[in-house]
């Protein structure tokens, strides 16, 4: 899969794209992703890639022309039609069902603004979705991508060692994930529960499945909503 970032802050993304899992997706050729500044396809003499309100007002806005030529210059590389995302507080909020239809497509290409709006026909004629990672502002869509990015990448088959963990996380269940310990069985004066290391499977599963419903209902009950309960467990969790 592709992964391309129009931005004016390129450099927020080395680390990132450098480190760690993404790091190591990137290596082994899972992934490419790349940070374009898409001030270099502006076609002014200075370079500039916003301007004032048509109407006044404060504030800049982003001009067309150059997340125009960046997306057409990306597309015309790429073989695949692109989904391309806009970073911003307006836009559809995201959740693990958007990560997992994102991660199906072979190439993406985000915009990411900064200070300031986009010009409506940026949205209106070249953008496929908008994505708001909260009901917050930040000072711009690079932090907004980069989570974006994460969690699509991790979905990619190959990025995760373990390529169950990607499967019974928090929010892939439609819950939150159960509690999880290690090793020693006793730290301090606190235990770890004694099913968990009794070696009975069925037991073990049982009682993850319990603890992933009681967390999700004391913290996150309206995510119930969307699974499917047995009889016993709508009960259980009621209790
Ligand atoms: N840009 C600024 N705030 C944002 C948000 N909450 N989500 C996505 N992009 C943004």
Not at 32 to 59: C, E, M
Not at 138 to 151: C, Q, Y
Not at 166 to 188: C, I, M, N, W
């Amino acid at each position: 899969m592709r992964m391309d970032v129009l931005t004016l802050f390129p450099a927020m993304f080395e680390e990132v794209f450098a480190a760690s899992i993404l790091g190591k997706a990137k290596e082994k050729g899972i992934v490419s992703l790349q940070a374009i500044n898409f001030r270099d396809y502006s076609n002014n003499k200075h370079n500039t890639v916003d301007d004032a309100p048509f109407g006044g007002g404060g504030g800049m806005v982003l001009k067309a022309e150059p997340i125009f030529a960046a997306v057409e210059a990306l597309i015309s590389e790429g073989a695949a039609k692109p989904r391309v995302v806009l970073m911003c507080p307006q836009g559809e909020p995201y959740t693990q069902r958007k990560a997992e239809e994102l991660s199906q497509e072979s190439h993406l290409i985000f915009i990411c603004g900064h200070y300031e709006g986009f010009d409506e026909r940026i949205r209106e004629h070249l953008v496929t979705d908008e994505i708001s990672i909260g009901d917050y502002v930040l000072t711009g869509g690079e932090l907004a991508a980069m989570v974006v990015i994460d969690s699509v990448a991790r979905l990619l088959p190959g990025v995760l060692g373990n390529e169950m963990s990607a499967v019974t996380d928090s929010f892939s269940t439609g819950l939150l994930e159960y509690p999880h310990y290690t090793r020693p069985a006793k730290f301090r004066e606190w235990e770890v529960p004694d099913v968990l290391i009794s070696g009975h499977h069925i037991n073990v599963a049982n009682w993850r499945r319990k603890q992933s419903l009681r967390r999700t209902w004391q913290r996150r009950p309206e995510l119930l909503t969307h699974v499917e309960l047995t009889k016993e467990e709508r009960q259980w969790i009621q209790a």
